[in-house]
């Protein structure tokens, strides 16, 4: 088909379905709009969070293990309690808030973290405030043999809650997920060779005394899930290496029973922990199943 015009662009909107903007009446001054949100009414409930969430949002990692500084994108999740007698919240003053934050730099520093919490309670006129955010954090592995670099990788977590009502503040919650591989002991034990083994996941969340907490936290948790695992997971690995992670893992089975066990141990001894979750799950390489082992624990309730 050939044609020897087309209609202009604006003719082919219109040909398409578009009009023209119609004359209204309202007010265009935001100063003259109503305000729905701070309308006051018994509303039935209080709200104990509202916000928003799944915000992608640019953020620096300081770390100790290279790369020692990195930028990543997390997942970002902002919140606020509301009263009974309050309509809604200004949602637009919590990307606002996180705008401010990134042009001053937004990194994991939890110093600054709490502040940004605080601030949104703030600005919103409310007692009480929350952030939440996932995001990849990668840091050099060298291969056990060859000592090949590349980059591994885990997800962080962070969740810093304020309530200006408490003795204290802030309530910090940090975490990680990792993969791991995990040798099945009753295989190693009842074939004539071999075991079968399998990847592992391992999601830690720790709720921290911020007087005690150590700033290599995210390092630390790694370290106790990759630690106590049958063998920790790498990026290049050649058959030299190959041959020591596997001998490894045989050397050291592992039930997510025990694995749990393991990293429970390591941080019921951090002295910065001060509740824990520990969850392992087994992505199980001989039945359709997985196999999943969750431990929590309290360290200020212990006997």
Same mark, same amino acid.
């Given at each position: 088909?050939?044609?020897?015009?087309?209609?202009?662009?604006?003719?082919?909107?219109?040909?398409?379905?578009?009009?023209?903007?119609?004359?209204?009446?309202?007010?265009?001054?935001?100063?003259?709009?109503?305000?729905?949100?701070?309308?006051?009414?018994?509303?039935?409930?209080?709200?104990?969070?509202?916000?928003?969430?799944?915000?992608?949002?640019?953020?620096?990692?300081?770390?100790?293990?290279?790369?020692?500084?990195?930028?990543?994108?997390?997942?970002?999740?902002?919140?606020?309690?509301?009263?009974?007698?309050?309509?809604?919240?200004?949602?637009?003053?919590?990307?606002?808030?996180?705008?401010?934050?990134?042009?001053?730099?937004?990194?994991?520093?939890?110093?600054?973290?709490?502040?940004? #919490?605080?601030?949104? /309670?703030?600005?919103?006129?409310?007692?009480?405030?929350?952030?939440?955010?996932?995001?990849?954090?990668?840091?050099?592995?060298?291969?056990?043999?060859?000592?090949?670099?590349?980059?591994?990788?885990?997800?962080?977590?962070?969740?810093?809650?304020?309530?200006?009502?408490?003795?204290?503040?802030?309530?910090?919650?940090?975490?990680?997920?990792?993969?791991?591989? #995990?040798?099945?002991?009753?295989?190693?034990?009842?074939?004539?060779?071999?075991?079968? !083994?399998?990847?592992?996941?391992?999601?830690?969340?720790?709720?921290?005394?911020?007087?005690?907490?150590?700033? *290599?936290?995210?390092?630390?948790?790694?370290? /106790?899930?990759?630690? !106590?695992?049958?063998?920790?997971?790498?990026?290049?690995?050649?058959?030299?290496?190959?041959?020591?992670?596997?001998?490894?893992?045989?050397?050291?089975?592992?039930?997510?029973?025990?694995?749990?066990?393991?990293?429970?141990?390591?941080?019921?001894?951090?002295?910065?922990?001060?509740?824990?979750?520990?969850?392992?799950? *087994?992505?199980?390489?001989?039945?359709?199943?997985?196999?999943? /082992?969750?431990?929590?624990?309290?360290?200020?309730?212990?006997?």
């Amino acid at each position: 088909m050939t044609r020897s015009s087309f209609p202009t662009k604006k003719e082919r909107h219109v040909l398409f379905g578009s009009v023209p903007p119609v004359t209204g009446n309202k007010p265009t001054l935001k100063d003259q709009m109503t305000d729905l949100q701070n309308h006051r009414e018994d509303y039935l409930f209080a709200i104990e969070e509202v916000g928003i969430t799944r915000v992608k949002h640019p953020l620096t990692i300081h770390s100790t293990m290279a790369p020692h500084v990195q930028t990543t994108i997390a997942s970002i999740e902002l919140t606020t309690n509301l009263g009974q007698k309050s309509k809604g919240i200004n949602m637009s003053r919590l990307t606002e808030t996180l705008e401010s934050y990134r042009q001053e730099g937004l990194s994991t520093d939890l110093a600054q973290l709490c502040k940004l #919490t605080k601030e949104l /309670a703030v600005v919103m006129n409310q007692t009480g405030s929350k952030l939440v955010m996932e995001f990849p954090w990668f840091y050099e592995r060298s291969a056990p043999a060859s000592n090949l670099i590349g980059l591994g990788h885990s997800e962080l977590y962070i969740e810093i809650a304020y309530d200006e009502s408490k003795y204290r503040k802030f309530e910090i919650t940090v975490g990680i997920t990792v993969a791991v591989t #995990t040798l099945c002991p009753c295989s190693k034990e009842i074939s004539e060779y071999s075991a079968h !083994n399998q990847r592992g996941l391992v999601s830690i969340r720790v709720n921290v005394d911020p007087q005690l907490l150590d700033d *290599n936290w995210k390092v630390m948790l790694l370290e /106790a899930a990759e630690s !106590n695992a049958s063998a920790a997971l790498h990026p290049v690995l050649k058959r030299p290496d190959e041959k020591m992670v596997t001998e490894r893992a045989y050397e050291n089975p592992r039930f997510v029973e025990d694995l749990t066990r393991l990293i429970a141990a390591d941080l019921y001894e951090y002295d910065f922990v001060e509740r824990f979750t520990v969850e392992c799950r *087994n992505e199980e390489s001989i039945h359709q199943h997985d196999a999943i /082992a969750r431990i929590s624990f309290d360290k200020r309730q212990k006997s």
